[in-house]
């Protein structure tokens, strides 16, 4: 302001007031101050106007009970294609442009107003082209001071943009993006809904499973497009045989049908259609290709009265289908639950074991034979399967060192036992030394060595707490590289133990050459020692033998009082078996190395 004269002469007058100068110029500023909340006010109407041109949300004032629209924004217009002025005289209630599916829950909310309570909510419209377009309104009631309703003022806007993506979004999670099927999230969904309205036979449904049979072969040669367009034609044509009938993507090439009313058409029957449909050659990009399908069924509730039966009903009915060799329907039954698809899933469960955190080490602690005293414990590894339960480790040993799962589940168990080491050492708890049987598979690894130092040095715990148990079988198949890991590992300060002597060659040459430092006599010796001669026989040599060769014996499976009484005699220094104690959880162990490591001695009659 400073190039305003008037405000300049005031500034002036400041300065050296003669009376009536400071008069006239009070009278100025009054003036001036006027002018100025003038133009400003005009400034501001100009700009709200201009605002409210361009504002996208519809803002109006509505007198109350007479409904007379006092103002409405342009944007009204903008969004319903109706004339202000036909919102202003009233030619046009906004009542009327609410679509008919809202309009009850619309007029039921206006109730609210009538309380003084603000009201939001969101329907449909149809502007003046009928084109539906969603809203969100917010009306404000404006109350006297008797309490009652004079007046709404509102904002409303258009958030038809938003509810399409939010539709989408909602879709996307529901359907496969590629084939547009609903997907296996919706597929779970449907079939709980069907499981939990069960009422009787009627309700009757059935599941197919179905994997295009080698499918990753077309993936694999003509790349991922010409793969996701066959995926599509696919789901195409199962979606056109299918009827009423619900087909979803489970993944990859999976689809699932859920076929209701099962008395209407025989599901085997319909499994045939669908393979015969996607026998024809399918043509995509210039190639003819020849496709096949396997199919597993299975029944509710006749073959499984769960989800998760049934689904595995159909899935071992789709592995059959496999077996016989592919492009067949299988319908479930009981004698499928054969070997071999326990097998398969086991398997496929087997390399999720680890990172689902599924395996647990339990502790079976070895005694002095003599005064029972604890003086060490084997670590024996068992999975906690998430539908069969604890399995033990002869089922899925095997099939571990099959798929060389047996790699990481070593590494698991070895720095499993160190860190529950260190913890029991934290704690103070007197420790023994833990033993870890090392598969054949695992002792050839060219690594072992260094990994068990790694592992050592990470939770500091002293080699002499580790023992490694190692079956004598696996030593004579390896002989160059079991000798020089065994060696390694004996001058690193671990104890090696050669587990279920007397099952194998139990050569006294060899016993000799590998160094090792306990022999453990195999149960199977043990189980008649005190009723068959050949037996503790072999079992007196064994010990008589080790002796000489300054080795530790542990006689496994101990289970009976008797046992122990012949073990006693012929001097055996430690046992390992159900009589002292069974394989415990870690917390159980600790207990018992909190209580200085004394067994109760077992009272069996
Ligand atoms: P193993 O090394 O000979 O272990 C002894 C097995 O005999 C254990 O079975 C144990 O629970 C069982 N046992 C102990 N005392 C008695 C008894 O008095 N009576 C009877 N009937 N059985 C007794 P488990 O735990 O089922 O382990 C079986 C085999 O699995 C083990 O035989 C071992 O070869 C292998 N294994 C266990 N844990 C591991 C591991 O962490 N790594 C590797 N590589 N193999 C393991
Ligand atoms: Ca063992
Ligand atoms: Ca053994």
Redesign the pocket.
């Known amino acids: 302001m400073r190039g305003n004269p008037k405000s300049k002469s005031f500034r002036s007058s400041r300065v050296a007031p003669p009376n009536r100068n400071l008069q006239l110029a009070h009278f100025d500023l009054l003036i001036t101050e006027r002018d100025l909340a003038e133009s400003k006010l005009k400034a501001s109407e100009e700009r709200f106007e201009m605002i409210f041109k361009n504002l996208d949300v519809g803002i109006w004032s509505m007198n109350f009970p007479s409904m007379e629209v006092v103002f409405a924004s342009p944007a009204l217009e903008k969004l319903t294609g109706y004339s202000i002025q036909s919102f202003l005289t009233g030619e046009m209630p906004w009542s009327k442009l609410i679509h008919p599916d809202d309009y009850n829950e619309y007029v039921a909310l206006q109730q609210k107003l009538q309380h003084g309570e603000m009201i939001q909510h969101q329907y449909r419209i149809m502007d003046i082209h009928g084109t539906i377009k969603w809203i969100e309104d917010k009306t404000f009631p404006v109350l006297n001071e008797d309490g009652h309703l004079i007046r709404l003022d509102g904002i409303v806007q258009d958030i038809s943009e938003r509810k399409r993506y939010e539709e989408r979004i909602n879709y996307l999670a529901f359907h496969d993006y590629l084939t547009e099927l609903p997907n296996r999230r919706l597929f779970d969904q449907r079939l709980e809904e069907l499981i939990s309205n069960y009422q009787s036979d009627r309700d009757k449904f059935a599941l197919f499973y179905l994997d295009m049979d080698r499918f990753k072969f077309v993936n694999d040669t003509l790349g991922h497009e010409i793969g996701d367009a066959l995926l599509r034609e696919i789901s195409q044509r199962l979606s056109s045989i299918a009827g009423n009938k619900a087909v979803f993507r489970a993944g990859g090439d999976e689809f699932t049908i859920i076929q209701l009313n099962i008395d209407a058409m025989d599901p085997v029957m319909f499994g045939q259609e669908v393979i015969h449909e996607i026998e024809k050659p399918f043509e995509i990009e210039g190639y003819e290709l020849h496709m096949t399908t396997s199919i597993g069924i299975s029944i509710f509730p006749d073959n499984g009265e769960t989800l998760k039966m049934l689904k595995m009903n159909a899935d071992a009915a789709l592995f059959r289908a496999k077996e016989l060799g592919k492009n067949n329907v299988q319908l479930f039954t009981k004698s499928l639950n054969t070997e071999s698809y326990k097998r398969f899933t086991l398997e496929s469960d087997l390399r999720k074991a680890i990172p689902r955190e599924e395996f647990i080490l339990h502790y079976q602690p070895r005694v002095d034979t003599l005064t029972g005293e604890m003086v060490g414990a084997?670590a024996l590894i068992r999975w906690n399967h998430p539908s069969l339960g604890l399995v033990s480790p002869g089922e899925f040993i095997p099939l571990a060192e099959e798929t060389g799962v047996i790699h990481d589940m070593s590494d698991w168990v070895i720095r499993q036992v160190c860190q529950q080491l260190q913890e029991w050492k934290e704690a103070g708890y007197p420790l023994v030394p833990i033993?870890i049987?090392l598969s054949e598979k695992t002792l050839m690894k060219a690594d072992i060595v260094e990994k068990i130092k790694r592992k050592l040095a990470r939770y500091c715990i002293s080699p002499s707490l580790i023992e490694i148990?190692i079956t004598e079988d696996s030593l004579i198949k390896n002989e160059g590289t079991a000798l020089a890991t065994i060696q390694q590992l004996r001058e690193m300060g671990l104890a090696i133990a050669l587990?279920d002597f007397g099952t194998g060659y139990s050569s006294i040459g060899y016993l000799k050459k590998f160094k090792v430092d306990c022999i453990?006599i195999d149960r199977s010796f043990i189980k008649h020692i005190d009723d068959n001669i050949e037996d503790s026989t072999i079992v007196q040599s064994i010990i008589l033998l080790a002796k000489g060769l300054r080795l530790k014996i542990v006689a496994e499976g101990v289970e009976t009082l008797d046992q122990w009484e012949v073990l006693k005699y012929l001097n055996c220094h430690y046992i390992q078996g159900y009589l002292f104690s069974k394989p415990l959880p870690a917390e159980r162990l600790a207990q018992l190395l909190r209580l200085e490591k004394l067994l109760p001695v077992p009272d069996v009659t």
């Open positions: 084997e033993s049987n148990e587990d453990k």
